[in-house]
């Protein structure tokens, strides 16, 4: 086929606008725990995942809510004993952590335990750079009830390879 100049210039405009697997409309139809954050405040979701919703909402919480109060019923504070092994930690460590912040990292992995729903969360975060928000991270996590007794908390920044 050979599109029409002004055809081809719109498909060019609609290929190029957004990677797909990263677009807001894909992250917000996921069935899994997903959403975006700010690279440097990962526990800041900025648009969510129906999967991160659904959890929410089973703890009696909207998206609006939650953002609003900034989780802080839900994500564990440092003052209180669950902290050390929290997923809160392993996402403050990771924006806190220079190669994160510089740029180096791939991705990260974590594993930690989610205060809220009583288990432990594995998940990776994945800086990005959105058109529209800027620097951001998406966060992809599950729930794994089948880690009942865990090593714990880990957090491992992968870098890029050349």
Do not use: H
Not at 139 to 156: K, M, P
């Amino acid at each position: 086929m050979k599109p029409r100049p002004r055809a081809l210039a719109e498909i060019t405009k609609m290929a190029t606008k957004t990677d797909p697997f990263r677009s807001e409309d894909v992250i917000r139809a996921s069935p899994l725990i997903k959403f975006l954050a700010p690279l440097n405040d990962l526990a800041t979701p900025l648009v969510a995942s129906k999967g991160l919703i659904e959890v929410l909402e089973d703890l009696g919480y909207t998206f609006r809510d939650f953002v609003r109060r900034q989780g802080k019923e839900l994500w564990a504070r440092p003052n209180e004993r669950i902290y050390p092994i929290s997923t809160v930690r392993c996402l403050r460590d990771i924006e806190k952590d220079p190669r994160w912040l510089r740029g180096e990292t791939a991705y990260a992995e974590f594993r930690g335990f989610g205060k809220a729903i009583n288990a432990w969360i594995r998940g990776l975060a994945a800086p990005l750079v959105d058109p529209d928000k800027g620097d951001v991270a998406l966060i992809e996590a599950v729930i794994d009830r089948s880690q009942l007794d865990s090593d714990g908390r880990f957090v491992r920044l992968v870098p890029f390879t050349r």
